[in-house]
């Protein structure tokens, strides 16, 4: 069965630390990958996504994502983290079943203390 | 441009009234997508329309729910008969095509919607 799994429901990150956010998928075939945040009362933004080619995507910022064929990883990474940065992130992959869904990920807080 | 944008903000409802909840999608953008968000959890896939073809709503817990898309533009979900389980927010999206899943959703700030 297809998935996408976020192992942290929360993440602490000190300010000017690097900070990873980790998921893993299991889906056949070449996913297409995604990441979103979303703030507090506020709907969810696309910070990047992972379709083809390079392995390593830059997103909104400051974001990067490096996807892992053999690992089935996705992780979200930032070299230096902000206050500003907290917020619930989501990841999710293209349903292989569908032209147009996404299995999406329960989420994983991300708290950045000064 | 314009965003995705959602109307009302927030709805505070009555158990056993109806409500409806709208979503105004990006121009130009023929994908729309409602999700539903319950407090701190994952997004939950109610229905999805694509240009004049007949909406996917496999994701409808319940026959109270409905849906429509006017003229390929503005949606309106409709939840007759409301629940105290139907309180969460719920999220609109569009992207331009579903391009074999590839499109990038881009999601309106939700409608909180609690039932009392």
């Known amino acids: 069965a297809q998935s996408v799994a976020q192992p942290e429901d929360q993440v602490n990150v000190a300010e000017g630390n690097p900070l990873t956010v980790k998921c893993t998928y299991s889906?056949?075939?070449?996913?297409?990958l995604f990441w979103y945040v979303q703030y507090p009362n506020r709907g969810l933004q696309f910070l990047l996504k992972y379709i083809t080619g390079d392995n390593l995507v830059k997103g909104s910022y400051g974001f990067e994502a490096e996807f892992n064929k053999s690992q089935t990883s996705f992780h979200l990474k930032k070299p230096s983290a902000l206050v500003s940065d907290s917020a619930l992130y989501f990841c999710a992959v293209r349903d292989m079943d569908s032209n147009y869904q996404l299995i999406w990920g329960a989420g994983t807080k991300l708290i950045i203390k000064p | 441009g314009a965003g995705v944008s959602q109307s009302p903000s927030n709805k505070v409802t009555e158990k056993g009234k109806d409500v409806e909840l709208r979503c105004d999608p990006i121009?130009?953008?023929?994908?729309l997508y409602w999700y539903r968000q319950s407090l701190g959890q994952g997004l939950e896939f109610l229905i999805y329309f694509q240009g004049n073809s007949a909406p996917d709503k496999s994701g409808l817990p319940s026959d109270r729910f409905s849906a429509e898309r006017t003229g390929g533009s503005v949606s309106t979900l409709t939840i007759q008969r409301t629940q105290q389980e139907d309180s969460a927010v719920y999220l609109c999206?569009?992207?331009?095509?579903?391009?074999?899943?590839?499109?990038?959703?881009?999601f309106g700030p939700g409608t909180r919607l609690t039932v009392l």
């Open positions: 121009s130009g953008h023929t994908a």
């Open positions: 889906v056949s075939g070449n996913p297409y």
């Open positions: 999206a569009s992207s331009l095509a579903p391009r074999g899943g590839a499109d990038t959703q881009y």
